[in-house]
């Protein structure tokens, strides 16, 4: 509709003018259509009859042709025997119904005994179609196509059981039906020349053709034919006859009552252009009428708007043209007077008097504006430092309070190396006291003071081992790289498994990944961990949780690695769910939490580690995911723009 508007007013009347025409158009294009479509319904209708009458022809040619056969099967010359006045009755009858050929008498073996015209001596149609299947039903039959007698057209074979009074088959009639006798249908119905019709056997052979005789004996198109014999009783179809024309076509199957397959296929068809040629026709008549008075109309209508519209509103723009210039004196009221267009020149004379006013304001205001402009410059000036300033003071105290956390959970894993240290500790106190037992009761031999000290060095190095994770674990990290995420989880799990076990907290890591590779820091991810399990730890201390657990599971999901710690430490309640990752909020009695821990570990995963870590309620506990991007999925650095480690 836009695109409309931004026309020429001349082009805007002349599209206005084709729209007023456009129903008068449609009315007379719709009424051809329809027309057309009548033509086309009339065509079906008398195709449809044409292959009818054809179908209902044949029957009722069988139905005579049966009933003058079983008369003649009674006549006494015909029980006896006889075998030259059969033949020449038989020959009666073919002369005087040219429909029936090949006409003839079989005995019950197929030997045939007499015919009209006379065959060969002791010939036999003992294996045709129609003489087996009239034996076998004891009804009429029909049977295969031969070349009639003149050896133009083809007929169609059918055989007649004749029963004695105790129904036995004594002899069977066989004749032929000649097809071309229905052609004088098709000239009483009055279709037009181009009409055909089609005879074809159950096989799909054309038996005979109304328009084009050297179709006879060749197979139908296939997928004419599978098109019929997909459709029970009288069907349609639109299609390219043999003769290049495209025609609508109706088709029947011809059927005895108690055979499945048609004998026979009826199909009749006139070309789509003749249909519908005389409601072309009209169509064309009726817009040729509408055309001048199209014409005529779109020639008054650019008329009357130029004089009334284009004219007036050009010379409308040629005096807001100069008022544009600058001349705010100018008046086009003067020069456009009359409707609409006079009132809009009014409303522009007003409009100029308003301009002229808030010139006068404008520049007032434009004198304002650059002691602003000077002002504002002034504070541009300092406001890129200050902005530094404020960024990196909201770093500093990012750092500072993971420091703070750092320190609190450096106090925590103090705590656990103790727990971790006593046994070891422990046993190397025994083993000494051993070896000083064995030596004051002279027991102590090299084997077992070689053995005990092997036993207290393999301790040792244990303790040593512990200190150095420890201090690996506090030691700053400058930039990301690939780790296993695995034995990350696992670092974090040996820091606290043995305080976990002597307060009898079962910490199990289930659902193992070991070639999960994530880019960021390791030592952070595992402090994020640590802190969910403190946090864990804490719950069930202060709950007195029975049997309490830790659940920890790792997995792969697209290109995310998706870690789950769940507890059976009884949840969070609703109240607190969303605030869990707060900065300062902590559930625990004043003095013995800093509400630091979580929130440092939704810092490290989501800021600096590119992932997402949420919260939510098990059936049993709580539950924490956390999702980081896979290794392949990570920018070069590792981290999400504007990242870098807290622990820097």
């Known amino acids: 509709m836009n695109r409309f508007f931004s026309l020429p007013i001349n082009m805007q009347l002349a599209t206005l003018a084709l729209l007023l025409a456009l129903p008068t158009t449609g009315i007379i294009v719709y009424s051809g259509l329809n027309q057309r479509q009548e033509a086309l319904d009339v065509a079906t209708k008398n195709i449809r009859e044409l292959a009818n009458n054809i179908g209902l022809a044949q029957d009722q040619f069988l139905s005579s042709s049966q009933q003058l056969l079983e008369t003649v099967a009674r006549l006494d010359r015909v029980k006896g025997r006889d075998r030259a006045k059969v033949s020449q009755l038989l020959n009666e009858i073919s002369q005087r119904n040219p429909q029936i050929s090949h006409l003839a008498l079989a005995d019950i073996n197929g030997k045939i005994w007499a015919a009209a015209p006379p065959l060969k001596e002791n010939e036999s149609i003992a294996d045709q179609r129609q003489f087996v299947n009239a034996r076998a039903t004891g009804r009429l039959s029909s049977g295969e196509y031969r070349p009639s007698a003149e050896g133009q057209d083809f007929t169609l074979d059918f055989a007649l059981p004749i029963k004695d009074q105790s129904g036995t088959i004594t002899w069977v009639f066989n004749f032929a039906v000649n097809l071309a006798s229905f052609k004088k249908i098709l000239l009483n119905t009055g279709l037009p020349s181009a009409t055909s019709y089609i005879i074809l056997d159950h096989k799909g052979t054309i038996l005979y053709s109304g328009r084009e005789p050297k179709l006879v004996g060749k197979t139908d198109k296939k997928e004419y034919f599978a098109e019929m014999q997909g459709i029970e009783g009288v069907g349609s179809f639109r299609g390219m006859a043999h003769d290049g024309l495209e025609r609508l076509i109706i088709f029947r199957k011809q059927r005895l009552e108690h055979e499945e397959t048609p004998y026979m296929y009826i199909r009749t068809g006139i070309p789509y252009d003749d249909a519908v040629a005389e409601a072309n026709r009209a169509l064309v008549r009726?817009?040729?009428l509408l055309a001048p008075f199209l014409v005529v109309s779109f020639i008054v209508v650019l008329y009357l708007g130029r004089r009334s519209i284009v004219d007036r509103v050009t010379t409308l723009k040629k005096t807001v043209d100069t008022m544009a210039q600058g001349n705010l004196d100018v008046r086009v009221a003067d020069h456009v007077t009359g409707g609409e267009l006079g009132e809009l020149g009014q409303a522009f004379d007003t409009m100029a008097r308003k301009l002229?006013?808030?010139?006068?304001?404008?520049?007032?205001?434009?004198?304002?504006?650059?002691?602003?402009?000077?002002?504002?410059?002034?504070?541009?000036?300092?406001?890129?430092?200050?902005?530094?300033?404020?960024?990196?003071?909201?770093?500093?105290?990012e750092r500072i309070m993971f420091q703070q956390s750092r320190q609190a959970s450096m106090g925590e894993m103090i705590n656990f190396i103790g727990h971790q240290w006593s046994q070891p500790l422990t046993t190397i106190g025994l083993r000494f006291q051993y070896l000083q037992q064995a030596y004051h009761d002279k027991e102590l031999t090299p084997e077992i003071f070689d053995r005990e000290v092997a036993a207290c060095l393999d301790k040792l190095d244990y303790l040593a081992d512990t200190i150095t994770d420890?201090?690996?674990?506090?030691?700053?990290?400058?930039?990301?790289?690939?780790f296993n995420l695995e034995r990350?989880?696992?670092?974090?799990?040996?820091?606290?498994?043995?305080?976990?076990?002597?307060?009898?907290?079962d910490l199990r890591f289930v659902g193992h990944a070991p070639d999960i590779l994530v880019n960021g820091y390791p030592n952070e991810f595992s402090h994020a961990l640590l802190n969910i399990l403190y946090n864990a730890k804490d719950v069930f201390l202060d709950r007195g949780t029975v049997k309490p657990f830790v659940e920890i599971c790792c997995r792969q999901e697209g290109g995310n690695a998706v870690i789950t710690v769940h507890d059976n430490g009884g949840g969070i309640s609703t109240a607190d769910a969303d605030k869990v990752f707060e900065l300062y909020f902590t559930t625990k009695a004043k003095g013995h939490g800093t509400g630091i821990g979580l929130y440092m570990a939704k810092m490290i995963i989501e800021k600096n580690m590119g992932g997402s870590i949420t919260v939510r309620n098990g059936s049993d506990g709580a539950e924490f995911v956390i999702k980081l991007p896979g290794e392949s999925s990570l920018p070069g650095d590792g981290k999400k723009p504007g990242g870098q480690p807290l622990s820097s």
């Open 286 to 288: 009726n817009i040729l």
């Open 356 to 397: 002229a006013d808030r010139e006068q304001e404008r520049q007032v205001a434009q004198d304002a504006l650059v002691v602003k402009q000077l002002q504002l410059e002034g504070l541009n000036a300092t406001l890129e430092q200050r902005v530094a300033e404020e960024v990196e003071k909201n770093n500093r105290k």
């Open 470 to 482: 420890f201090r690996n674990f506090f030691r700053p990290e400058k930039a990301p790289h690939p």
């Open 488 to 505: 990350a989880i696992e670092k974090s799990m040996f820091f606290v498994q043995s305080y976990f076990v002597q307060n009898g907290i």
